[in-house]
């Protein structure tokens, strides 16, 4: 007796066959709006912990450069540096949702985002088929950065003044730009930089058409942790509005997708990326599943 494929179930296979042609059918116009343009994709959170998202990730974005889309990856690696600052012996301490940063932690975050996570990204890139370099902001001088306003209460952590659009036009017209959110400034004194701030500078800067930013829930809500109070679409105008009101992680988040607005994107995105590419199902599907920000 010969043993083979168990046999096809051809009313479950002509519906798998009909969905999947729905989907690429709905991707499709999508697909030509973005053709030629650049999508800035802040990357961190939860998409960088398990080895199934991070892989997601990176076949989503490699598809994204297939299909003509020129994506610009900026990430950061909190949960990371976090844990190797504990190994060492230093306590994690935030405020105002930005990392209190003596020398000593940034020195712990250069070390984690650049030698670490930068190169495990890039190689990962690599491997599926598109060809990746890694950048922090002080390759090229691709950011100057300036202490933040309340640097008195968080310490080195800097804001980004400029972007060195030439550095980035040169790259990603053949490459996948992946870039470490750490700088220095003029005189050489390093700096954490937080991730969400960097992307939203990029993308403001090289006139990106939508920025991503992948993060640890549904996108915003307006009562967390609720998540059923998830807000779909908001305009820049409503989110400056309760800035000053927020506090914790996603007030950077939000002040990063006002910065891409106002800098010439179509819309910024807040998704989740504890889910396996959300990033292809927000960007080329009618449902979204995050939170959409709009001039």
Request: charged share 25%; net charge negative.
């Amino acid at each position: 007796m010969s043993v083979g494929r168990p046999p096809i179930n051809e009313n479950l296979a002509a519906k798998w066959r009909s969905d999947t042609v729905e989907t690429l059918l709905e991707a499709l116009p999508y697909i030509r709006e973005y053709h030629g343009k650049r999508v800035v994709i802040k990357y961190g959170g939860a998409a960088m912990r398990e080895e199934y998202l991070r892989e997601a990730f990176a076949t989503d974005v490699v598809l994204l450069k297939y299909v003509g889309i020129d994506p610009v990856i900026v990430h950061g690696g909190g949960p990371e540096i976090s844990h190797y600052m504990k190994r060492l012996g230093i306590e994690p301490e935030f405020r105002e949702g930005l990392r209190v940063s003596d020398p000593e932690t940034v020195e712990v975050a250069k070390m984690v985002l650049r030698g670490k996570l930068n190169s495990e990204i890039v190689r990962r890139l690599n491997r599926h088929g598109q060809a990746a370099v890694g950048l922090s902001g002080e390759d090229g001088g691709l950011f100057e950065v300036e202490p933040v306003p309340n640097a008195k209460k968080v310490g080195l952590v800097g804001s980004v003044k400029t972007v060195n659009v030439e550095v980035l036009d040169h790259i990603a017209r053949d490459y996948i730009p992946v870039i470490a959110s750490s700088a220095a400034d003029h005189d050489g004194q390093p700096y954490n930089v937080n991730a969400d701030e960097a992307a939203g500078k990029v993308a403001a800067g090289i006139d990106a058409y939508k920025a991503v930013f992948i993060t640890d829930v549904v996108g915003w809500l307006r009562n967390p942790p609720d998540e059923r109070s998830l807000i779909p679409r908001a305009s820049v105008e409503e989110i400056e509005e309760v800035l000053p009101t927020l506090s914790g992680g996603m007030r950077p988040k939000l002040q990063a997708c006002v910065d891409a607005v106002r800098g010439g994107a179509e819309a910024a995105h807040i998704i989740d990326g504890r889910k396996p590419h959300t990033l292809l199902l927000e960007l080329f599907t009618k449902r979204g599943i995050g939170t959409m920000i709009e001039p």
